[in-house]
């Protein structure tokens, strides 16, 4: 856990702002009260996922602790409301810290990723919103790969906007797969990290897992199926509104995008900020949006994405 000569306790004390010796399987702890238990509990969680995960990166250290703070606000701003009543199913699944797919456990990051992926089972339709490296993408691909293994959808659809090719994919050489790969290629990448290979591509030739650019949903209707709209913020308002209506019986969709991100020209309505701000008070429809404190990639991405955002305020 702490690394070879102990690599890893600088991290942990910086993060814990406590004293950390270790000897053995024993680990002391000297600081505040706050800072032991806050240590304490990212300890458990760390030592918890270890023996899955066979090895500690510095950005996984820095993502136990942050679940450590979030939970402990969540708890706190929640303490002065009315308990809610939840049911056994609800009980049960806010326990689970993880999503098993294929033997593989995939562990949530962020409360935040917890909170998304619950909102995904419990709702037909929900948006996930923020920016990247958060894993909005990933997680609803993995929630859609479980559902499929499952049972509980027919079939996946996952779709892009080909925004950088206007949408106009008949202008460009090859048949459709040599056309969308380029603009598709990070879905085929989750896909690949949680089906193995074989399987992936018999599941597609079967069209249990169809990809395909946002132009090639108009006009049908999407049952028994888990659909996914990644960079959704580069869908026109029309766009939005089409894809959003290919709901048929039995199907969940999930939208993704940031919206710091939006790639339109400057006199098309962004399809995504429209649809949220239309959308936002409908109880039975999700909305998770996912703060620069959420991203679980290389701990620099957080501080180059919260830099661009201080710098687009002023």
């Known amino acids: 856990m702490f690394g070879e000569m102990g690599r890893n306790i600088p991290e942990f004390e910086k993060l814990s702002n406590a004293q950390i010796s270790w000897k053995g399987r024993q680990i002391a702890i000297s600081g505040s009260l706050k800072d032991i238990e806050k240590s304490e509990k990212a300890f458990k969680k760390i030592y918890a996922h270890l023996p899955q995960t066979g ?6 250290i820095q993502s136990y602790f ?10 706190l701003n929640e303490a002065s409301s009315p308990p ?10 806010l326990k689970r810290d993880f999503l098993e797919i294929n033997g593989k456990k995939l562990f949530f990051k962020t409360s935040r990723q917890k909170k998304y992926l619950n909102e995904i089972y419990d709702k037909n339709l929900v948006f996930g919103i923020g920016p990247a490296g958060t894993g909005k993408t990933y997680l609803a691909v993995a ?3 479980h559902a499929l293994l499952t049972g509980e959808v027919e079939r996946i659809i996952l779709s892009r906007p080909a925004v950088e090719a206007g949408e106009k994919l008949g202008f460009l050489p090859g048949d459709l797969q040599e056309k969308i790969a380029p603009y598709l290629r990070p879905l085929y990448d989750s896909l690949q990290d949680l089906l193995p290979a074989a399987e992936l591509q018999r599941r597609i030739e079967f069209g249990e897992i169809e990809i ?5 949903m108009r006009g049908r209707t999407l049952a028994k199926s888990f659909v996914i709209l990644d960079e959704a ?6 766009q939005m509104k089409m894809f959003l209506t290919r709901m048929g019986e039995g199907t969940k969709m999930v939208v993704t995008g940031d919206l710091s991100q939006v790639d339109l ?3 098309q309505v962004c399809g995504l900020r429209e ?8 109880p039975e429809i999700g909305l998770c949006r996912f703060l620069e404190e959420d991203v679980v990639r290389h701990p620099l991405v957080r501080k180059i994405i919260n830099a661009y955002e201080t710098y687009e305020r002023h």
Not at 55 to 60: C, P, S, V
Not at 66 to 75: H, V
């Open 84 to 93: 809610k009543k939840e049911t056994l199913k609800d009980n049960q699944k």
């Open 233 to 238: 913020q580069n869908t026109t308002s029309s």
């Open 143 to 145: 929630g859609a790969v």
């Open 212 to 216: 395909a650019p946002l132009a090639y």
């Open 55 to 60: 090895y500690l990166k510095q950005e996984d």
């Open 66 to 75: 942050l679940m450590t703070d979030l939970t402990e606000t969540a708890f």
């Open 275 to 282: 649809a949220v701000s239309i959308l936002d008070t409908v």
């Open 265 to 267: 020209p400057s006199n």
